[in-house]
C-alpha cells in the first residue's frame, strides 16, 4: 500500500496545519486565458442587449394603448 512508515499512530488522526486532510484531490484554481474574457465579455454583451430589447418590447406589448390625439385646425 504504501512505502512510508508512520512512527506514531497520533500522527494519522491529526489534520493538517492549514486543516486540509486530502490537499491533491482538491480542484485547482480556475484560469481563463484572453479568448475566455472576450468570450466572457461578448456574451454578457449579447446577453444585456436582448434582455433590453425583450423589457422594451414587452413594455409595448403589455402596457396601455395610448393615442395621440393631434389639434385639429378649422
Do not use: Y
Not at 11 to 32: C, F, I, S, Y
Amino acid at each position: 500500500m504504501s512505502e512510508q512508515v508512520v512512527e506514531d499512530l497520533e500522527d494519522l488522526e491529526q489534520p493538517a496545519a492549514n486543516g486540509e486532510l486530502v490537499h491533491w484531490m482538491g480542484r485547482k484554481p480556475l484560469t481563463v486565458g484572453p479568448t475566455g474574457l472576450s468570450v466572457a465579455a461578448a456574451s454578457g454583451f449579447i446577453l444585456g442587449v436582448a434582455g433590453t430589447l425583450t423589457v422594451l418590447a414587452l413594455a409595448g406589448w403589455l402596457g396601455p394603448e395610448r393615442e395621440i390625439a393631434a389639434p385639429r385646425r378649422r
